[in-house]
């Protein structure tokens, strides 16, 4: 067996819903279990998912409060008051700053942007930053992507006397800020048709209504924090996403093309992926690392210098946030396992002096990937004892309602179920990792902690076309809710699988089944190569894709995640693998099997000793618990009997075939009866023969080999024939009649021969199926 290292939650389809969908939309089977899938239940819904470009954006005059804020701007454009942009400094932020500065420089707006320094002013609104903001005559506050926690802070700007309009979309929490007017789509009794706006497209929808018209030259903005953030790409979403990206492969924004350019992205090949691992992490990585400011500059300039030295000075930053992580991460992984190992606690807290708070959401999401526990990453200032951090969360665990129970020890904190930044007071640390512990293990079982891969349909290798593959592109963008399509293949052969890369750390294969073929591509997934048997059937999780190469188009699979359900053998019986096996292949998770202390003896220097079993009886083996495990057979014991008493307890997962031999009886001369005949008639009528002195004559006299003597006369002297008495043999007179297998010689040397035959002497397909015959047997 090879055990898939997600949990692969396969989802199912109505295949009645499936051939209306079909027939009506003119789609492939494949297409139509996808969007099934993704909550199309109807053929209109799934007509308006693919024919997203036909789709018309929600009146934003149904946001609660919108009316009035447009009110409220307006007033203070044509009262020629100053308005501030209080954005946030990630990617949503920065690109929602960008967009309500471009709408209302449009509008003749008096307009500027401030955002807050991550590492000084921490997350959202703060009352020294409205201090400098009312000091610099500003009358309108605008907050874009942040403000719907800040309760306290918002009381202070109507002291300070000026208006303050919040757009937010994080999650709202039990008491509101009393603001001027408050645009978030998830109020409390909100009738906005959908919810999940990123801030990016709050901010849309405010300039939608200010502008009288849908102001489709701010979507390649909109696209950017509506992707990074990572909202669900649905409905208005899907919208924003789908036309934004067109528009960025048309941008004429000087910033995103220097940007662009330093990512090495060329128009044409502009995707969802463009923004989530190319441009995104750049434009993070400035808020991360120092003021945010330059972000939105590169966003908004018109002159290309200035731009193309912004693009530069980004990219740097992006680089130096790289290391950062990495270092972090590492001193991250340390203290959990030395301090709070994941088999112990079901929330990890990780805390470091003066670790960057700028990159502790990534290092927070790089631990959640190595142990799957909801995680908390935290900098600690010893100074002001204070903790500034990030969470991120797995399936099952609502970081923002768990985190919503801590709040006497959480003076500022938001977020989302799966996400959430936080500040408190380093003494608290303890007491919160206490309580989200006690919390989780309400609510998370084993099974929880076991990662989950979404698989959207089981996929035959006849559906895997170029057809099928471009068809799927219709349901592009690809982001939350909905992901790019994973298909299981299920009990393929393998025809070829080889290790490729510089450092062979990936896996190149073919998989065949009904006579089509498809080439595959895992990456990362090279050690699988010594974990799949030569004849094994696979079962494999990916992503499917099309591979151009020299004017040829092939579909191919990027693989995931490989399992094997069967039990698997594996071939190691030449003397040659015997060193190579136990330096590169073994594992802690085997253990060797020996059947003689001879063969432990000779190659001890080469064994796992903690590893090694010795079983010596039938008895033995019959006690011993193999079923699933992964089992080495180190030598072939006396008989065949004792693996079928090896394995009466169940059957191994793996079983590594080694099978190292002190001699090959199978090749020595095979004593027949005749033999023995012409041997006791010799023995008759010479009378008492030397051994020692002419055993060696009598070899060459019959071209026998002196081991062939020396065993017919054993089998002789245990049959009571002979006496040997100093080398001397002679007959017995008058001796009783007895058949040769009644000799234990005899008998041991027939055994021998026939398990040689049958384990070493075989094909590797002849000894799987001795092997699948002996399961039988044993469960017999």
Known sequence: MLQSKKRWNVQECDEQLVNEFVENLNITPLVASLLLNRGMTTVEAAREFLHVDAQTFHDPFLLHDMDKAVARIQQAIDHNEKIMIYGDYDADGVSSTSVMLTALQQLGADVDFYIPNRFTEGYGPNKAAFDKINAGGYQLVITV???????????????????????????????????????????????????????????????????????????????????????????????????????????????????????????????????????????????????????????????????????????????????????????????????????????????????????????????????????????????????????????????????????????????????????????????????????????????DFIPITSVDTVCTTEEITLENIEQMSALAPFGMHNPKPKVLIKDVHTTSMRKIGANKNHLKLVFEDSGVSVDAVGFGLGYILDEVSPIAKVSLVGELSINEWNNMRKPQLMVEDISVDEWQMFDYRSAVDVKRFFQQVFTDQMKVVAFHASTIDKYKSLLPMEHVVLIQDEEQAKACMFAGEQIVLLDLPPSQKWLECLFVQGIPSRLYAIFLTEEDHYFDTIPTRDHFKWFYGFLAKKGPFDLKRYKEDLAIHKGWSKETIDFMAKVFFELEFVTINNGLISLVKNSAKRDLIESATYRQKQQQIEIEKNFIYTSYVQLKNQFQDIFKRSME
Request: aromatic share 6%.
């Open 145 to 447: 992507d942040t403000g719907i926690s800040a309760v306290e802070e918002t009381a202070y700007a109507r002291e300070l006397n000026f208006d303050l309009i919040i757009t937010d979309h994080h999650e709202p929490g039990p008491v509101l800020p009393d603001a001027y007017a408050i645009i978030h789509p998830k109020l409390p009794g909100s009738t906005y048709p959908f919810k999940e706006l990123a801030g990016v497209g709050v901010a849309f929808k405010l300039a939608h209504a200010l502008l009288g018209e849908l102001p489709e030259h701010l979507l390649e903005l909109a696209v950017i924090g509506t992707i990074a953030d990572l909202v669900p790409l649905v409905d208005e979403n899907r919208l924003i996403a789908r036309k934004g990206l067109d528009y960025l492969k048309l941008t004429k924004r000087t910033g995103i093309e220097a940007l662009l350019s330093v990512c090495g992205v060329k128009r044409e090949e502009i995707n969802e992926d463009t923004i989530g691992f190319a441009m995104a992490p750049r434009i993070n990585a400035v808020g991360r690392l120092q003021d945010a400011d330059p972000a939105v500059h590169l966003l908004m300039t018109t002159n290309a210098e200035e731009a193309k030295g912004l693009a530069k000075e980004i990219d740097a930053l992006n680089k130096e946030r790289q290391q950062i992580v990495n270092d972090i991460t590492e001193e991250a992984v340390e203290f959990v396992e030395s301090m709070y190992p994941p088999g112990e606690n079901s929330v990890l807290i990780v805390e470091g002096e003066g670790w960057n708070a700028g990159v502790v959401g990534i290092v927070a999401s790089r631990l959640v990937e190595k142990f799957y526990r909801p995680t908390i990453v935290l900098s600690i200032d010893s100074e002001n004892r204070i903790a500034k951090g990030s969470a991120r969360s797995i399936e099952g665990f609502d970081l923002f309602a768990n985190l919503s129970k801590c709040r006497d020890i959480l003076p500022h904190f938001g977020g989302h179920p799966m996400a959430a930044g936080m500040t408190l007071n380093s003494d608290d640390v303890e007491e919160l990792r206490r309580r989200l512990n006690e919390q989780a293990s309400n609510v998370l079982t084993k099974q």
